[in-house]
């Protein structure tokens, strides 16, 4: 979810929610150019919205798990999602050129948390969950409106 800004945390393109001396702001930023879209009186209002907003985005929901190079690889992790009872989404590219073509897979919504034993490496697991620093930290607490979306999208 790089394409989203939830109360300052910096993106270079997407949308954001920030409170602006008591007004929250839904915008979209590109290239250094940021627009506001909708404007809200109070904070409910507000993550309610961005919440739906970004509910609709096919690709915010999406968490990486790994690239498999051949499809028996690809395919046993698919029968284990499929055994978890767990929503994913899959898609080839080509890695290495037209001759070299990866599977991806991605698990949809909160079913990451059911297959952490599943994703390839542990750099990949912290671009996928929120949970490094934990919800009491400090920098979590900073980011209220992160959490009350979390909070909901949950």
Known sequence: MNSYSINGNIINEGHGLENNGGLYQWYYTERGERRTLEYFVNEKDAVEYALEKIKMDEHANRNYIGMYKTDDEAEEVLLELRKRGVEYWTDKIPYGGLN???????????????????????????????????????????YKLWFKLKRLWS
């Open 100 to 142: 070299d073509w990866r599977t991806r897979i991605f698990v949809i919504g909160c079913g990451i948390k059911k297959v952490k034993d599943l994703i390839q490496d542990k750099q990949k697991q912290r671009r996928t969950t929120s949970k490094d620093k934990g919800d009491d930290s400090a920098m979590a607490k900073e």
